[in-house]
């Protein structure tokens, strides 16, 4: 497990910590009982003593808990002659204030960005908009991530289940430490990125000098020769708007094969979840495959229950969510993390079992925490 102790070790194979500890001094690292080791540590340690360690990641061990409930997770997509196109997923992300939420209020014709305390986004939010790109009508599924620096996570969560990365880029302010740190994250997560050059009206707009600053960084634009295509925008005059919704489906029908099977019990990520006063835990949850129905029993992180309503992003009741569809979900018992996986399974009674042994765990695992620090503080008080 990752974090995992000599002590937490020593327990395992029946033996006692301090002499573990003794081990790895005599082989050059000087490690507390306590204190959390690598997992190379933990390996080198297994070789010496003729164990053999396995180390297993908290999705590995995941994976593990969803197959012995029969329930395959991600991967499978099944027959190929079941899937169909299904719309891009695209998160929009850089500096905070460069008009990211009023990028995507320009496309809705809504106006997100005036309700918003401060004008700071403070919560993953998910629409579709329809495109007509080369006379054909297109859906687009956007996420709108908050750019303040204190929201990294939600910025890694949202790179994390999108296709494609909207990389926004006030034309006036340039290049701000956000706006790397988002690129990064899509990096990271290996999703291509466009460029939307924002804020083309203002006077002090310089989008050639955004150009120069990004190519630094490794978005390089086509017309300098790379590959990245960037596009003047202004979300205030709606300059640029439908070139932009054009290279995002064009970046969709060139590097990537958006398919997924409409046919399958619904699996996806919760992106946002709290607590309402009249309607109990609200989940918002993107669809990666199958198709979500009311009635249908679902795990959500350590959160269950049934589907007993479902409401799309102009608010309106539904009763089915397709491949890539954000859509609000009522019904859980508890409320799931952001970033949480969410599936469909066959009961209410398997739903409740694989939600009991997550909250278990986590709970494991915080105590871990918890009793290491404690240790480690009595250390230092001493
Ligand atoms: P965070 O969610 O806090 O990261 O900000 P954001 O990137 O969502 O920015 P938001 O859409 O809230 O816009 C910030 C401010 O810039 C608002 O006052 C917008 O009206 C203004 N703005 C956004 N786009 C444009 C534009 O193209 N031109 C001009 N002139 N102003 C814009
Ligand atoms: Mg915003």
Known sequence: RRGASLTDLAEKIGVDAASLVQVLFHLGEMVTATQSVSDETLEILGAELEYNIEVVSPEDEDRELLESFDVDFGEDLGDEDDLAARPPVVTVMGHVDHGKTKLLDAYRKSNVVSGEAGGITQKIGAYQVEANVDDQDRKITFIDTPGHEAFTAMRARGAKSTDIAVLVV?????????????????????????????????????????????????????????????????????????????????????????????????????????????????????????????????????????????????????????????????????????????????????????????????????????????????????
């Open 170 to 382: 006030a034309a006036d302010d340039g290049v701000m430490p956000q706006t790397i740190e988002a690129m990064n994250h899509a990096i990271a997560a290996e999703v291509p990125v466009v460029v939307a050059v924002n804020k083309v009206d203002k006077p002090a707009a310089d989008p050639t000098r955004v150009r120069g600053q990004l190519s630094e960084y490794g978005l390089v634009p086509e017309e300098y020769g790379g590959d990245t295509q960037f596009v003047d925008v202004s979300a205030l005059t709606g300059q640029g708007l439908d070139e932009l919704l054009e290279a995002i489906v064009l970046t969709a029908d060139a590097a990537l094969d958006l398919r997924a099977n409409p046919d399958m019990p619904a699996q996806g990520v919760a992106i946002e979840a709290h607590l309402d006063k009249g309607r109990g835990a609200v989940a918002t949850v993107l669809v990666h495959r199958g198709t979500l129905h009311i009635g249908d029993s679902i795990v959500a992180g350590s959160a269950h229950g049934r589907v007993r309503a479902m409401i799309n992003d102009l608010g309106e009741n539904i009763t089915e969510a397709p491949p890539s569809m954000p859509v609000q979900v009522l019904g859980l018992t508890s409320v799931p993390g952001a970033g949480d996986n969410f599936l469909v399974v066959e009961d209410d009674r398997v739903a409740r079992q694989i939600a009991d042994k997550r909250e278990a765990r986590m709970r494991a695992a915080q105590q871990a925490k918890s009793s290491r620090r404690k240790t480690l503080d009595q250390l230092f008080e001493q």
